[in-house]
């Protein structure tokens, strides 16, 4: 008679670890997007959920990085409109959206998609946004100036009547072509990129003031920002490397940690961190947009 090599509670006590090590499976290397979505931004969400913005609908995609799963329905896009840089609000669930050459700021429930309020300025390309206990900012690629949307101290929204601009002044010059991109907030100051030089810069968000941080061409044609702890990684795609450059952020001065790349990467935009990984949009820039342009995200490993 063969001996039984394990007994039935034995077996069953196996059953929980399965179960677990199934449930931790890895997370995909690339989610695929709509066809013809041309991404931008993106922002991550509550648990292993994401959200990406569509330069051609202007719609926000809900992303499931955990199974792969994509809603490209959750806000619907309107025609002439723009969803750049995202930024998701943890402690309102709310989700800020540049509108690009619409010249305006989105807000919306990040539970359900609906508009919250809508904030409009005199300006350029709206790009990216950050958002802090203070306010919402975001750059103008094309005007010297930030863009503030003043939060109250319940969080509440304020009317759009009382967002305004704030000159940007100091050592951050603009030039001809597409200027500030990114944003990121560390330290009571606003961190930005110029993606023209590729330099990168810390702007007072009260007066406007900008300060180099990193030298011209360091970060060529940087893009989106994120802070995780005390790490930043930036978005760039020069001649020589495309992919995400990782900097420490050392009482206030940024030393070089190392870069990220893969074959998966085709003109990485922004990035965002979630589960402990970094998920990087691929815009395809030059790549003809049609209704079957293939897009996706990019998994990398954080530093």
């Known amino acids: 008679m063969p001996r039984r090599l394990v007994s039935l509670p034995a077996a069953l ?103 919250l309020e809508r904030y ?61 991109n990114g944003i990121a907030a560390v330290g009571g100051r606003l961190l930005v990129p110029q993606s023209v030089t590729g330099e990168l810069f810390a702007i007072n968000p009260t007066t406007g003031v900008s300060v180099e941080l990193l030298a011209e061409g360091s970060i060529p044609s940087a893009d989106g920002l994120e802070v995780v702890g005390s790490t930043l990684y930036v978005v760039v795609r020069g001649a020589d490397f495309s992919g995400v450059k990782a900097y420490g952020i050392r009482d206030g001065v940024l030393v070089a940690l190392g870069t990220l790349t893969s074959d998966n990467l085709d003109v990485p935009t922004t990035v965002a961190f979630s589960a402990g990984q970094l998920w990087v949009v691929n815009a395809r820039f030059g790549t003809p947009v049609t209704a079957d342009t293939p897009y996706w995200l990019t998994r990398l490993p954080a530093r």
């Not at 006590?13 to 931004?41: C, K, N, Q, S």
């Not at 998701?88 to 509108?99: C, F, I, K, M, P």
């Not at 300006?123 to 206990?133: E, I, K, L, P, R």
């Open 13 to 115: 006590a196996v059953l929980p670890f399965v179960a677990a090590f199934a449930l931790a499976a890895p997370f995909p290397a690339t989610i695929d997007l709509a066809g013809g979505w041309a991404p931008e931004g993106i922002a991550a969400g509550r648990g292993t959920t994401a959200y990406v913005g569509s330069l051609s609908t202007g719609g926000v995609a809900e992303v499931d990085l955990r199974t792969g799963v994509v809603d490209s329905d959750f806000i619907e896009g309107v025609s002439g409109t723009l969803a750049v840089g995202l930024e998701y609000e943890s402690g309102a669930n709310r989700l800020w959206v540049a509108g690009g050459n619409g010249h305006d700021v989105r807000v919306y429930d990040a539970t359900n998609g609906d508009l």
């Open 120 to 180: 409009t300025f005199d300006s350029g390309f709206v790009n990216d946004v950050v958002v802090t206990a203070d306010a919402a900012y975001a750059t103008d690629s094309n005007m010297p100036q930030l863009l503030v949307i003043p939060l109250a101290d319940d969080g509440s929204l304020p009317a759009p009547e009382e967002a305004f601009a704030v000159p940007i002044t100091g050592d951050f010059v603009y030039e001809a072509g597409f200027n500030a």
